[in-house]
């Protein structure tokens, strides 16, 4: 089992086992600490969440999707997905993902189990919905940005980007943002009624290790208009003035995805995807 049960057992860390960082003042609750909610996965990824808190992800090397709800043990919801990666709710409450194996699209119906695979112009990495109708998603090797219009399902490239690979909505759902995978930049493009995206600017810079490979992954907006985003050196916390404020990272690995999260119980939480585990952190954000 890899799930760990949430109301049980759970490892509870503050930064690097030492005493709070500044970094973390007005982003945790205090006196709280990391949880991790399941481990041993080859590379899971995807992560997303109903209104009950329930959690979605997807082990992507082992082509498998899974239901997790906390305190209970993890549920096998799908073991062929094509190595299905990033994971967003849709219409009707429908759970989507792209496939990095296949050109295709995959969409879970969630009170039912009933799988529906749609064709794509490409493979995909990270997708994003807008609305009703628009699915964006990237795929770096091509290094493009495309779009599903999910009422007729024809799918198009809509922009070029630099490696890329995580991709989320603004704040105010105007703009993409897209991060350039090896290197520093999320880039900002905006919306347009007909699902095109208008010219990239460069919204957000992040922290680079001595490598100068940022691995800008999965990320999620800020009520405030900052980004958080999953990057080499962990969590960053990202502002439009160009600063990055970093998160002490609880583990070894890199941070390669991040969702906020409201329970059941109206708590408030940061779910981080750490390459070989899931974990979480009651946040203020």
């Given at each position: 089992?890899?799930?760990?049960n949430q109301l049980g057992i759970c490892l509870c860390l503050t930064a690097r086992g030492m005493a709070a960082d500044p970094a973390e003042a007005g982003v945790f609750v205090e006196g709280s600490a990391w949880e991790v909610v399941g481990e041993n996965y080859h590379?899971?990824?995807?992560?997303?969440?109903?209104?009950?808190?329930?959690?979605?992800?997807?082990?992507?090397?082992?082509?498998?999707?899974?239901?997790?709800?906390?305190?209970?043990?993890?549920?096998?919801?799908?073991?062929?997905?094509?190595?299905?990666?990033?994971?967003?709710?849709?219409?009707?409450?429908?759970?989507?993902?792209?496939?990095?194996?296949?050109?295709?699209?995959?969409?879970?119906?969630?009170?039912?189990?009933?799988?529906?695979?749609?064709?794509?112009?490409?493979?995909?990495?990270?997708?994003?919905?807008?609305?009703?109708?628009?699915?964006?998603?990237?795929?770096?090797?091509?290094?493009?940005?495309?779009?599903?219009?999910?009422?007729?399902?024809?799918?198009?490239?809509?922009?070029?980007?630099?490696?890329?690979?995580?991709?989320?909505?603004?704040?105010?759902?105007?703009?993409?943002?897209?991060?350039?995978?090896?290197?520093?930049?999320?880039?900002?493009?905006?919306?347009?009624?007909?699902?095109?995206?208008?010219?990239?600017?460069?919204?957000?810079?992040?922290?680079?290790?001595?490598?100068?490979?940022?691995?800008?992954?999965?990320?999620?907006?800020?009520?405030?208009?900052?980004?958080?985003?999953?990057?080499?050196?962990?969590?960053?916390?990202?502002?439009?003035?160009?600063?990055?404020?970093?998160?002490?990272?609880?583990?070894?690995?890199?941070?390669?995805?991040?969702?906020?999260?409201?329970?059941?119980?109206?708590?408030?939480?940061?779910?981080?995807?750490?390459?070989?585990?899931?974990?979480?952190?009651?946040?203020?954000?």
């Open positions: 089992m890899r799930f760990i590379v899971v990824e995807g992560i997303a969440a109903t209104s009950d808190g329930t959690i979605y992800l997807t082990d992507v090397l082992d082509d498998e999707l899974f239901k997790c709800v906390p305190g209970l043990k993890e549920e096998l919801l799908d073991a062929k997905t094509a190595r299905a990666n990033g994971l967003a709710l849709g219409p009707g409450g429908n759970l989507f993902s792209v496939c990095m194996s296949e050109p295709r699209a995959l969409m879970w119906n969630l009170q039912t189990g009933e799988r529906t695979e749609i064709p794509l112009a490409s493979p995909g990495n990270d997708l994003v919905i807008a609305g009703e109708k628009w699915l964006y998603w990237t795929w770096g090797p091509k290094n493009s940005v495309y779009v599903l219009d999910l009422q007729t399902l024809e799918s198009r490239k809509v922009a070029e980007v630099q490696n890329a690979n995580g991709i989320t909505l603004s704040q105010g759902g105007r703009e993409l943002w897209v991060g350039e995978f090896n290197a520093a930049t999320v880039r900002g493009l905006p919306l347009l009624a007909n699902g095109d995206l208008g010219p990239a600017r460069a919204a957000f810079t992040v922290k680079l290790p001595e490598n100068g490979k940022g691995l800008i992954d999965g990320m999620t907006p800020l009520k405030d208009g900052r980004a958080l985003v999953a990057t080499a050196l962990g969590l960053q916390i990202l502002a439009s003035d160009g600063t990055a404020l970093l998160l002490p990272n609880p583990t070894t690995q890199r941070a390669n995805y991040v969702r906020l999260v409201t329970d059941a119980a109206g708590v408030r939480w940061i779910y981080a995807a750490y390459v070989k585990s899931v974990m979480r952190r009651r946040t203020l954000l």
